[in-house]
């Protein structure tokens, strides 16, 4: 497990692949007690749910139908474990100690270029008051530049989106992409500050500790096996 210190208020965390997404594994290894375990299905989207009380409310179903295509959560209930599935995909974290609050935000190459952490940022504005510049936030383990070679065709979608992507690149064969920089550079744009931004320097497809789905998943064989990768979970229980 990594922990992050956001806050006195906030146990923050990435299992590793001791853990993953298992819930009985997860809840016994927090150093606090937390009473479920919460997370969306994720589609590589821009959408963003809250986990309030009406949510946690509904039944098993309604909830799977709720959480269904989302990439980010925020909540401010307390007890609960809230949080994203990653493996290389860029796990974002993010605390509002003035008004006991928190982000959980999935951001692979897709969620990134539609600058769901930006927009993770407004809803917490508007749903709890956050003040960005109060906030502190934690880049978890996921794929590094050196690891991330993308097709050219990649870039220039960012580029496309408006992102100047002759700071986010760099060449070999093939261009590479720093997504934890451009992610650190969305919470900048957002109002956060730099010393308040913490950023790992695990990279998932080098450091077997961790579910890398380029190292791991493999694409269908003659006898259409698929072989998958589990998923490493980054979330956060707010104390009550």
């Not at 917490?124 to 050196?146: K, R, V, Y």
């Not at 760099?170 to 919470?187: F, G, S, T, V």
């Amino acid at each position: 497990m990594v922990y992050y210190e956001l806050g006195k208020d906030i146990t923050a965390f990435t299992t590793d692949r001791t853990v993953g997404r298992d819930r009985t594994k997860l809840l016994d290894s927090l150093p606090v007690e937390a009473s479920e375990l919460i997370y969306p299905h994720q589609t590589h989207t821009d959408r963003i749910a809250v986990i309030d009380e009406e949510l946690l409310s509904l039944s098993a179903e309604e909830r799977k139908a709720k959480l269904e295509g989302i990439d980010a959560v925020i909540s401010n209930v307390a007890g609960v474990a809230v949080g994203i599935s990653t493996a290389d995909c860029i796990p974002v974290l993010v605390y509002d100690p003035a008004h006991k609050a928190a982000a959980a935000i999935h951001a692979g190459w897709k969620g990134t270029r539609l600058r769901i952490v930006e927009k993770a940022m407004q809803m917490m504005s508007q749903t709890f008051g956050t003040l960005p510049q109060e906030c502190t936030a934690a880049i978890g383990p996921g794929i590094s530049q050196d690891s991330f070679e993308v097709g050219q065709e990649v870039v220039e979608l960012f580029s496309e989106a408006g992102f100047d992507m002759t700071l986010y690149t760099i060449m070999k064969a093939k261009p590479h992409i720093d997504l934890k920089e451009i992610n650190r550079q969305q919470l900048l744009a957002a109002g956060l500050t730099s010393a308040n931004i913490q950023v790992s320097e695990i990279d998932t497809f080098t450091n077997t500790q961790f579910f890398s789905a380029r190292r791991e998943q493999k694409p269908a064989d003659a006898d259409g096996r698929i072989v998958k990768c589990g998923r490493i979970l980054s979330g956060f229980v707010l104390n009550p």
